[in-house]
C-alpha cells in the first residue's frame, strides 16, 4: 500500500476513534448518578467563578498564547506575502473587536447582574444546559471531520453528521431514565442538537476558509 494511502487510512482511523471516544465520554458523564453528577457540575461552576473573578489576567494570557500560536501557524503557511498580510489583519481587527466586546458590554453586564450574587442553582442549571452543548458542539465537529477525511463531503456528511448527533442525543436521554436521579428531557435533546450544529456549521466555515487560502495559495504559486 503506497504511503499515501497509509497515512490516509491512519487518519480516518484517529478521526472515527476520536468519535467513538468522545461518545465514550458523553456516555460515562450520563451514567454518574444525581448527586455525582451535581458535585462535578458545581466544582466546574466554582472554578469558573475563580476565573471571572481574574477575568483580566485570564483574558490577556489567552491572548498571548492564541497570539503565539496564530503566528506561528501564519509563519509556517505557504503562500503569498499579501495572503499572509491580510490574515493578519483580519487577526487583529477581530482581536480589537473581541477586547471593545468584552469591556463595553461584558463587563458592565457581569458587574450590574451581580452575577456572585445570584442564586448559586439558578446558575448551576444554567451551567449544565451549556456543558450539554458544547459537549455535543464538539461530538458534531468530531463527527463531520470523520466524514470529510473519509471522503464524504458538502450537505451529506452535514445531513450525516447532524442526524447522527441527533440520534445519539436521544439515546443518551433515554439512557439516563436508567440512571439514578436522572431524567430524560427534550430539552437537552434540543440543546444538544443545537450544538451539534454549530459544531458542525464552525467546522465547513473553517475548512471552507482553509480551502480558500489553499486556493489563494496555488493561485499566486502559479
Do not use: C
Request: proline share 2%; hydrophobic share 60%.
Amino acid at each position: 500500500m503506497p504511503r499515501n494511502e497509509v497515512k490516509i487510512r491512519a487518519i480516518q482511523i484517529l478521526s472515527w476513534g476520536m468519535v467513538l471516544f468522545w461518545m465514550a465520554v458523553i456516555f460515562w458523564f450520563s451514567s454518574q448518578p444525581a448527586d455525582e453528577s451535581v458535585r462535578w457540575s458545581v466544582g466546574v461552576m466554582e472554578a469558573g467563578r475563580d476565573v471571572l473573578t481574574n477575568w483580566q489576567l485570564v483574558g490577556i494570557v489567552s491572548f498571548i498564547l492564541l497570539y503565539h500560536v496564530f503566528l506561528i501557524w501564519l509563519a509556517r503557511l505557504k503562500t503569498h506575502w499579501l495572503v499572509k498580510t491580510l490574515l493578519f489583519i483580519a487577526f487583529v481587527l477581530l482581536s480589537i473587536f473581541a477586547v471593545y466586546v468584552l469591556y463595553t458590554m461584558v463587563r458592565p453586564r457581569v458587574g450590574a447582574l451581580g452575577i456572585f450574587q445570584m442564586n448559586r442553582w439558578v446558575i448551576h442549571r444554567q451551567l449544565r444546559k451549556f456543558a450539554h452543548f458544547i459537549i455535543f458542539l464538539f461530538l458534531g465537529t468530531f463527527l463531520i471531520n470523520a466524514l470529510t477525511v473519509s471522503n464524504v463531503t458538502g450537505w451529506k456528511a452535514i445531513v450525516i453528521a447532524l442526524f447522527v448527533s441527533f440520534i445519539y442525543a436521544i439515546s443518551d436521554e433515554l439512557h439516563q431514565h436508567f440512571v439514578p436521579g436522572r431524567t430524560p428531557l427534550v430539552m437537552d435533546v434540543m440543546i444538544d442538537t443545537a450544538g451539534a450544529a454549530v459544531g458542525i456549521i464552525l467546522y465547513s466555515f473553517v475548512n471552507g476558509l482553509f480551502k480558500l487560502v489553499r486556493r489563494l495559495t496555488h493561485r499566486y504559486n502559479d
